[in-house]
């Protein structure tokens, strides 16, 4: 499943997150990439342990936590702190599958199961030219590109890859999900059940039977479904 979701970050909440990266510092991108992934990773990102991208996390998170969307997409139960990194003229990051654990920084060793994937984006499609993210799944390629503040969550399985960048710079922030559900086709499922009750209740009330019936049916493959 992908999902675009709108206005993750205000105009403002973007701003002050282009003005904080911009007085940081800068690493190569291959520093927390696996040995076969480093191969094809050509980009910069923000240390994941630097006071500014810890800074940013947590606005970030923040964020998250306010979104209905991103959490009826992804059903989240850890987040990993989010990093940043910077694509400039020439850079791009080959195909490649994001590692299925990853160690939570500063948590003592403790490590969890990346399900989804998620890239913020922090800089407007027509600053740069080129830096598609290409999702592949069963469907074919999927090509994403969207306005600053906006994020794509997609499944941490998927075959994915980042365009070269031909004009210009693309900045933004990218993090993994271990979610309640890890299968994605059962998240899928929820997510469109979701989308159902919404409309329903829209329509016909909290009281209706027929929105009754599907929260109930919600919970209940949640509950059937759900790692805690």
Not at 28 to 50: F, L, R
């Amino acid at each position: 499943m992908l999902v675009h979701i709108n206005g993750v970050l205000t105009p403002d909440e973007v701003a002050f997150c282009r003005s904080i990266l911009e007085s940081s510092s800068w690493i190569d991108g291959k520093a927390t990439a696996g040995d076969q992934a480093a191969k094809a990773k050509h980009n910069m990102q923000v240390p994941e342990d630097s006071a500014e991208a810890r800074r940013l996390g947590e606005l970030i998170l923040t964020a998250l936590a306010r979104n209905p969307v991103f959490n009826s997409a992804a059903l989240p139960l850890r987040v990993l702190p989010p990093m940043f990194n910077r694509y400039d003229e020439g850079m791009s990051f080959g195909a490649h599958v994001d590692g299925a654990i990853r160690a939570i920084p500063g948590a003592g060793g403790m490590r969890m199961r990346a399900d989804v994937s998620s890239t913020l984006f922090l800089t407007d499609p027509e600053d740069y030219d080129g830096g598609e993210l290409v999702i592949e799944d069963s469907y074919g390629a999927h090509a994403v590109k969207l306005p600053a503040g906006d994020m794509v969550v997609y499944p941490a399985t998927s075959l994915h890859r980042v365009e070269p960048i031909t004009r210009g710079s693309r900045w933004s922030s990218f993090f993994w999900t271990q979610s309640m559900v890890k299968d994605d086709g059962e998240r899928t499922l929820l997510y469109d059940l979701d989308l159902a009750i919404i409309e329903t209740r829209a329509q016909l009330g909290d009281r209706s039977r027929a929105t009754l019936g599907l929260v109930n049916h919600y919970h209940n493959l949640l509950r059937r479904w759900a790692e805690l």
